[in-house]
């Protein structure tokens, strides 16, 4: 996608052929700024510390991690460390455990002195292939977009409701549920976004207005608590999310706060549809209340909000009495109950382990 008329993607090998760089997210939208990783150990702390986020983009980093981390050595024991290193830093994204098998699938049995430069193809490869695969979701729900627009009699504006961020930002290009609403836009279907603000690092606010903005679609910021409200009065004619891990019976894990979106579109027939990626199924799962680990941030994101101070920088400010404590769950899950579908790089299908076993031809 293009940042004022220079394409990006979020991640990018740089022009010495072997640092990696990505933008700096917790910047964003106030400061646009390129990070260089040179080692495994920058590189999993930008996972960490969400310079870089959303499932597939942790996926891309973590295998550019293991590419940083053979540049000094490539024997088994420190490619096994790196990659348990890398796949502790985010415990719900499952892209992240993916990326790194496909790695040590592909590393483990060369000739060390081989390992590198596979290393590195792999990596680009992985890239390559979010793109494509995130490209193939949006013609997919755009087709979706399409019947619903139609539906309404093409009458005003196409309204959606999104949560968190799935745009390209989260991916390496195009995003997930931002996707097919690119693609709508593009073919000329008068989309409007409602954007979730996402606390508590409000990645709605900061990351998906900023990636909307850039690219002229018309958005509207709502607090996290007014997707209900706009629901009854008839103001969302969809919803779309991204997934961090989808269970092979087609339960969502997404940012906290989707599972309470999903209810309310129940409760009002609005559709609620899910977009994903095939590597952000996990398999082994079946149910994500009981089985998916959620990862439990620090305090920090919930007692303070990040934003521009008076002098212009970028600064927090404390909400919460310093005698108060809070907790800060990072996702939650969806049953498949309640989605109406999963818009994947091969079509879409019912949340259900039928659906997505035809598929994916398990
Ligand atoms: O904690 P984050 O920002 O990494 O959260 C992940 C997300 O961006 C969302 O949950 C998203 O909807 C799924 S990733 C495309």
């Given at each position: 996608m293009e940042v004022d008329g220079v394409p990006y993607r979020s991640i990018w090998l740089a022009d010495d052929g072997w640092s990696v760089d990505i933008i700096d997210?917790?910047?964003?939208p106030h400061e646009f700024r390129v990070e260089k990783l040179t080692t495994w150990q920058q590189a999993a702390h930008a996972i960490s510390a969400m310079l870089v986020r959303g499932a597939p983009l942790i996926g891309a980093t973590a295998a550019y991690g293991i590419c940083l981390g053979l540049r000094k050595k490539a024997d088994n024991d420190h490619l096994k460390t790196i990659s348990e290193k890398l796949i502790a830093t985010?415990?719900?994204?499952?892209n992240l455990r993916w990326a790194i098998r496909a790695m040590q699938d592909l590393l483990l049995p060369l000739p060390e002195n081989a390992r590198l430069a596979a290393a590195y193809e792999k990596a680009a490869q992985i890239c390559d292939e979010d793109a494509a695969i995130n490209s193939a979701i949006g013609d997919h729900g755009l087709e979706v977009f399409k019947r619903i627009w139609e539906a309404k009699g093409k009458t005003g504006r196409l309204n959606i409701l999104t949560h968190c961020n799935a745009g390209w930002l989260a991916t390496v290009?195009?995003?997930?549920?931002?996707s097919p609403i690119y693609k709508a836009h593009n073919a000329g279907i008068p989309v409007h976004v409602w954007v979730d603000e996402t606390r508590p690092r409000n990645q709605g606010a900061h990351l998906t207005c900023w990636e909307l903005g850039k690219h002229g679609v018309d958005h509207t910021l709502i607090v996290d608590n007014a997707g209900g409200h706009l629901m009854q009065h008839g103001l969302v004619d969809l919803c779309i999310t991204g997934t961090d891990r989808t269970t092979a019976a087609g339960g969502v894990c997404n940012k906290i706060g989707t599972y309470l979106k999903a209810l309310a579109a129940r409760d009002n027939n609005v559709p609620f549809y899910v977009a994903l990626p095939?590597?952000?199924?996990?398999?082994?799962?079946?149910n994500g209340v009981k089985d998916i680990p959620i990862e439990v941030r620090g305090s920090h994101e919930v007692d303070y909000i990040q934003g521009l101070n008076g002098e212009g920088e970028i600064a927090g400010v404390r909400i919460?009495?310093?005698?108060s404590r809070s907790a800060n769950y990072a996702f939650d899950v969806t049953p498949a109950?309640?989605?109406?579908g999963l818009i994947t790089e091969r079509g879409v299908s019912e949340a259900s382990k039928t659906g997505l076993a035809k598929l994916y031809q398990r």
């Open positions: 997210q917790t910047r964003l985010r415990p719900t994204a499952v290009d195009w995003g997930t549920a931002l095939g590597p952000t199924i996990d398999w082994e799962i079946d919460l009495p310093s005698s109950r309640l989605v109406t």
